[in-house]
């Protein structure tokens, strides 16, 4: 595994999801080194469920895979960002990008 990854005290890292081509970010997830070993091996997204505690890999059920085209680690080596040609939706709620909540911001004049 690269010696420039900065895993957390649990062994995980966070891996930002993003479209190859539209470059919608979809997803953040953790990985673990088995995961990004996986990963890395399949061309596809597994990831490390921290709810679950094992690892899962997305669109196993749904089909909904995200084939793997880049992985660029940051400048920190602290997180992820994964490029990919998604086979589907993103979220579990069908949802493209698991981003579609807006939060409320005051603007400060």
Same mark, same amino acid.
């Given at each position: /595994?690269?010696?420039r990854?900065?895993?957390?005290?649990?062994?995980?890292?966070? =891996?930002?999801? &993003?479209?190859?081509?539209?470059? &919608?970010? @979809? /997803?953040?997830?953790?990985?673990? !080194?088995?995961?990004?070993? &996986?990963? $890395?091996? /399949?061309? #596809?997204?597994?990831?490390?469920?921290?709810?679950?505690? #094992?690892?899962?890999?997305?669109? !196993?059920?749904?089909?909904?895979?995200?084939?793997?085209? #880049?992985?660029? @680690?940051?400048c920190?080596?602290?997180?992820?960002? $994964? @490029? +990919? #040609?998604? !086979?589907?939706? =993103?979220?579990?709620?069908? !949802? +493209?990008?698991?981003?579609? &909540?807006? @939060?409320e911001?005051?603007?400060?004049?």
């Amino acid at each position: /595994m690269d010696a420039r990854i900065k895993w957390d005290d649990k062994g995980l890292i966070p =891996a930002i999801v &993003q479209d190859v081509n539209t470059r &919608q970010v @979809l /997803m953040l997830a953790y990985m673990n !080194a088995e995961s990004l070993r &996986q990963t $890395i091996e /399949m061309g #596809e997204t597994v990831f490390w469920s921290r709810s679950r505690g #094992e690892l899962w890999h997305k669109g !196993a059920t749904s089909g909904n895979t995200q084939r793997v085209r #880049e992985i660029v @680690l940051d400048c920190d080596g602290d997180t992820l960002l $994964i @490029l +990919v #040609e998604p !086979a589907g939706p =993103a979220c579990h709620t069908g !949802a +493209v990008s698991c981003f579609f &909540q807006p @939060l409320e911001t005051s603007t400060h004049d």
